[in-house]
């Protein structure tokens, strides 16, 4: 058993080479191996998100406050709650983050694969942000 500590893991910033805007992330659990389980509560501030990307084994995301955005590659985007669950099956290629005037956090939980839990892709311009 391990008990990790409330603010024994420092927030840091998300790294600029996947996302874009102010990002911070607290990690919840990088569970060791057998395991593969991985989870971070992560927050977006106004016009910030990810790039886009994958996951080898499906990702889901628990919206836990404010107003977001999530599209998968070729569909419309839609918007997101607290409150809501996004499920991501493996492989589908989406982006997550804030509405454009609004916060918005959310856990986002997933699997690693041979170590691997996420596949960063491109970034999301500003149009295809905006929904333009």
Known sequence: MQIIRRGSVPTKRAPASYFTGTVWQ????????????????????????????????????????GTGRFQTFGEPIQTIGAGDVVWIPPGEKHWHGAGPDTLMSHLAMQEAQDGAAVEWLEPVGDADYLGA
């Open 26 to 65: 607290d990690p919840i659990v990088e569970a060791p191996e057998p395991a593969r389980l991985r989870a971070t509560l992560v927050t977006f501030e106004p016009g910030a998100r990810t790039v886009w990307h994958t996951h080898p084994l499906g990702q889901t995301l628990y919206v836990t406050s």
